[in-house]
């Protein structure tokens, strides 16, 4: 069995000087296999999803949105109980 897991995310500037948030993603894929860890960038989700989106259009109806790239540049508990309750979707 495969296992995807978020290990943690970021804050930090790209290339132009502009803040751009990142998750860093565990993969482990079972069976004894090495486990893979990259960082994507929250562009790289949206486009992801659009691409989903576009392709199965009677899978868009069962998809619930992406939560907004806001509620991670916040350490308010408010903002950090809404990551709790966006992870279990």
Known sequence: M?????SHSS?????R????LSFVIIVDPGSGKET???EK???DFISLDQ???TANRNLTKKMPSLPDNRL???HA???????KASRSV
């Open 36 to 38: 893979w860890k990259i």
């Open 72 to 74: 991670w540049r916040d």
């Open 17 to 20: 000087g502009k803040e751009v």
């Open 2 to 6: 495969t296992r995807v897991q978020v």
């Open 51 to 53: 691409k989903i989106k």
């Open 77 to 83: 508990p408010a903002k950090v109980d809404q990551r």
């Open 11 to 15: 804050i930090r500037p790209n290339d």
């Open 41 to 43: 960038l929250y562009s």
